[in-house]
């Protein structure tokens, strides 16, 4: 039996032997190279691919118990979500949906941890509601971050996926971009560090605002990084685009991004900036 959502679903029930061998038992399509793989090999490769090294999707949540040390993870905000403002049709159809497929509230999820002790804030947007799309929640989620970290002096990591600005909510999803890098301006007028970790795809309204502002910007390998989509610039220009174009490798060339970072060296990279950057560890984490 083929789960494609498996990493979306964790299952609380099962515990030690018994979950061990449940996941063993599930298996994964890659949709990359096409081969099925048992669910407990994909976790323990990061959720990376062990034959082609495709770059599968991961819940906010997950990543985030990835990134930060165990138990450490406070969550900001968690009741926000979003409204039909505008009277969009079936927009409240759309984000029960969404809700339901993603398990969140809105498309980011907000918080204060540790990262190998050194404490931080962080949010992690979420693919799987409505594409990462930037509405006001998630606007007013990442707003109200950057300004607990300036007046508690804490670095920020972010890790983006996004469609970019959520059409339903029309220009107050736009007003978001400003409204977020405001914000940023402030946090970082006052001395502290935003590092962005950007995942596949960052593009639209996100990645021409809050996503390319840190001070040091990493990304996942091969993920999509750009302003609109690859088919919408080879159909504008009508030509042919190169094959890796919007790939972070390229993007790198260009000087937009830092560094590509492995997702299992994440975390201790982070580290490493952190503590480089002044961050102090908290005693016995």
Do not use: W
Request: aromatic share 8%; charged share 20%.
């Amino acid at each position: 039996m083929i789960f494609k959502d498996f990493f979306l679903k964790p299952n609380n029930q099962l515990e030690g032997s018994q979950q061990e061998q449940t996941d063993t038992e599930k298996m994964v399509a890659c949709s990359r190279c096409g081969n099925a793989i048992a669910v407990n090999i994909i976790r323990a490769s990061y959720f990376v691919c062990p034959n082609c090294g495709h770059y599968f999707t991961m819940r906010a949540r997950r990543r985030i118990m990835m990134l930060t040390d165990r138990r450490s993870f406070v969550e900001h905000d968690a009741g926000l979500q979003s409204e039909n403002i505008l009277g969009f049709p079936e927009y409240e159809m759309k984000l029960q949906t969404a809700q339901e497929k993603s398990q969140e509230k809105d498309a980011v999820v907000c918080g204060r941890a540790t990262i190998s002790g050194y404490p931080c804030c962080i949010f992690v947007m979420e693919a799987k509601f409505m594409m990462g799309s930037m509405g006001a929640v998630v606007g007013e989620k990442i707003t109200r971050l950057f300004e607990y970290a300036a007046e508690n002096h804490l670095p920020v990591i972010g890790a983006t996926v996004s469609g970019g600005a959520r059409m339903q909510e029309g220009m107050v999803s736009l007003m978001q971009m400003s409204k977020v890098s405001a914000a940023v301006k402030r946090h970082s007028d006052q001395g502290n560090l935003y590092i962005v970790l950007l995942t596949s795809p960052t593009t639209g309204g996100v990645n021409a605002s809050f996503a390319m502002q840190g001070d040091i910007i990493l990304s996942e390998p091969r993920a999509i990084v750009g302003f609109a989509g690859p088919r919408v610039v080879e159909q504008t220009l009508k030509q042919k685009l190169p094959e890796n174009f919007q790939r972070a490798e390229e993007v790198l060339k260009c000087g937009f991004i830092d560094a590509i970072v492995p997702r299992k060296e994440q975390k201790e990279y982070l580290a490493n900036l952190l503590s480089l950057h002044g961050g102090e560890k908290v005693e016995g984490v």
